[in-house]
């Protein structure tokens, strides 16, 4: 809604959601059913903060993410329009886990929030890939993203930075036993992950311009892979 309204979805915007500028639904619409996700988001985790008796963690933990989520594109802050998407997305994802480990365990560990950084960066790394293509359509409309402060030639080599960081945090969670041995079976994934990178330092603009597309279908397989080798701890201990 606030991309479409700040002129940077247009017509000629390859990454355009389409839905507003195609007319498949009016501003006003999106906009309402925005608020109405939001809602339920809010009622959501007020749920949760009931059935824990009014815990007070829960409720800072609901308060950040309802800012970091809220004000990604909402304007006037709109953390996306000043190059602090990233950071917001890298941090809303990683309290994700560290909520969730929360909301079962009523205590705070580190390790809940350091055990999903690798998730974390390759979720950055989607949001990347899609500025990476709209660094010119942003510019435009008046606004810059991280991407759009690095340039198209820097922008590439911080994408392999984030993609990179993930796997080599890998052994490291090993090692101090914040994830399972198992765990390692991600590298599995790490040929589509070299994939996508050298995909980033090609001139084709259809390989660019659906970075973020690959990126995601990268983050699910690997997080499929860390589920399973999760699972697969579980049952080793109980054999």
Known sequence: YFDYKKGADR????????????????????L???IFL????????????Y?????????YLIGIGFILGLFYAFVPIGWKYLALGDVAVFLAWSLISAGSYYVQTQTINAKAFLGYMPVSLLIVGILHGNNMRDIYDDVRAGYRTFAGILGPELSKY?????????????????????WPIWSLA?????PQALRNISWAFKPNYIQ???????TAQLQTSFSNVLILSLLLDILDRLI
């Open 11 to 30: 017509w000629d915007t390859l990454g355009s959601s389409r839905v507003i500028v195609d007319k498949l639904l009016k501003p006003s619409e999106v």
């Open 32 to 34: 309402l059913v925005s």
């Open 38 to 49: 939001y809602g339920i988001a809010l009622l959501s985790g007020l749920a949760l903060w």
């Open 51 to 59: 059935l824990l008796n009014f815990d007070s963690v829960i409720l």
């Open 158 to 178: 911080y994408y392999a930075f984030l993609i990179l960081s993930a796997y080599i945090l890998v052994p490291i969670l090993v090692a101090f036993k914040i």
């Open 186 to 190: 991600v590298y599995i994934t790490l």
């Open 208 to 214: 660019k311009g659906m970075l973020d597309f690959f």
